[in-house]
DNA sequence: CGACTGCTGACAGAATTTGGCATGATGATG
DNA sequence: CATCATCATGCCAAATTCTGTCAGCAGTCG
């Protein structure tokens, strides 16, 4: 491999993560030495690109780089194409939709020759368990969860015992035939997951909770011990 | 002006030159002979860059080497987001980085605002069965598919009874907890679908099949009942 | 046909790249 | 405050690569 090429994979590798990473992974992962590393961000300094190196943190890319990403690689359309037609497949209908239309988009700014490769991609998603659905709108939560609205759900648990609750939505997510949203609950004073399904009604409040949502999230991932993406 | 530098240059000023360029003027532009020159370009061609040259025209650089700008709506993004863990969770290890990559490149090209949301989507994907993996790697399956190649394979079926074939390769489905690729078995003369975890052995043969994937899988479609996507 | 231009191979000297080590500096963490 | 992780830079010898030159073949255009 040589260096130019070496140099572009950097770059992407720097665009994969969103957030500060150190150099010695850095170094790992394109395979050379710590020192190397620091000389090859120097010449991408040099370029024009905005790396930023904290002492004790990590480089991050800031975006804005008059350099484009190259066109998407065979697998990485394969991969699109099935993450496109999953979530087209298993998730709930606007969302589905809008599965459809981002893959549509993509699909534009494709050459012929790569737009040909997503129709013939070799990848499908299979037919999984039924979903059990549950009446409420999705879009509802979603909305809740970007805007960081409280909401009141009545909400039935596993034993039947029905409850009314105030939650502040974090997260929605998709299991393989189940939806859970992942929320903080007043009554409880702790973090919560309700099946979808079992959520018989919500309405949105106009309050917000007095933490921020990112902050929510990792204190449940620490909670849960989910590892950052 | 290191060579890495320049491939960056190169890249630029065939970019800036919409029409056929000259080889010798754009060594005189980078200031390096004619041979380097091709030699740059031959390394490009190698990263991806469609690069046209014709006998006494000059080059030009078709345009799907860059990933152009993109705008997606809110929910497009979420759908995008939980495509690409889905598939980076649940996918086999080459397809999982192509599916962070591709979600890196594509957020290298959306406007300041809509990147943001990428970090705070309030979409995520729940863990899942464990994925029954088998040892062959799916990689060589996914290039005999692209390629349309004959694959011997050794199998052995639900029953424990092993056998030898030779099959076309056609797709590879993803399910919950297994994958699945479809093929034509010569040997049966028909469709057949064999568990990942079940294939033994794979060789890639150098013979093409007598039909066209796009054929196989529209009569596979049709013999099964699945629907167009 | 002749003038261009793309494309490739071989080769030897020049230039660059690389890893390792040593040394600072700075910010996070407890 | 001490400790750790990390960024950052200089130096050097060995290894790698890059480069220009020359030579030849194959297309296109007028």
Redesign the pocket.
């Known amino acids: 491999m040589?260096?130019?090429n070496?140099l572009l994979d950097l770059l992407q590798a720097l665009r994969r993560h969103r957030y500060?990473?150190?150099?010695?992974?850095?170094a790992q992962d394109l395979?050379?030495?710590?020192?190397?590393l620091?000389?090859?961000?120097?010449?991408l300094k040099a370029q024009g690109a905005h790396?930023?190196?904290?002492?004790?943190?990590?480089?991050v890319l800031r975006p804005g780089f008059m350099l484009p990403p190259l066109m998407f690689t065979p697998d990485e359309i394969e991969a699109i194409v099935l993450g496109s037609n999953w979530v087209a497949k298993r998730a709930d209908a606007p969302l589905s939709a809008a599965a459809k239309n981002a893959l549509a988009k993509i699909a534009a700014v494709m050459p012929d020759d790569l737009r040909e490769m997503l129709d013939t991609a070799g990848v499908m998603v299979g037919p999984g368990a039924p979903i059990t659905g549950g009446d409420i709108d999705l879009g509802v939560l979603r909305a809740a969860i970007q805007a960081e609205r409280k909401l009141a759900i009545a909400y039935t648990d596993g034993k039947g015992a029905a409850s009314e609750r105030v939650i502040w939505p974090v997260a929605l997510a998709f299991f393989d035939s189940v939806r859970v949203l992942v929320a903080w609950c007043e009554t409880r004073t702790d973090f919560r997951h309700f099946r979808c399904d079992r959520i018989c009604s919500i309405r949105t409040l106009t309050a917000k909770p007095p933490k921020r949502r990112r902050a929510l999230l990792k204190a449940w991932r620490v909670k849960e011990g989910v590892p950052e993406p």
Not at 31 to 36: E, F, N, P, Q, V
Not at 38 to 43: A, F, H, S, V
């Open positions: 040589s260096r130019a070496r500060p990473v150190s150099g010695h992974l850095l395979g050379i030495s710590l020192r190397t620091y000389r090859d961000i120097e010449t790396i930023e190196g904290e002492a004790g943190v990590g480089f």
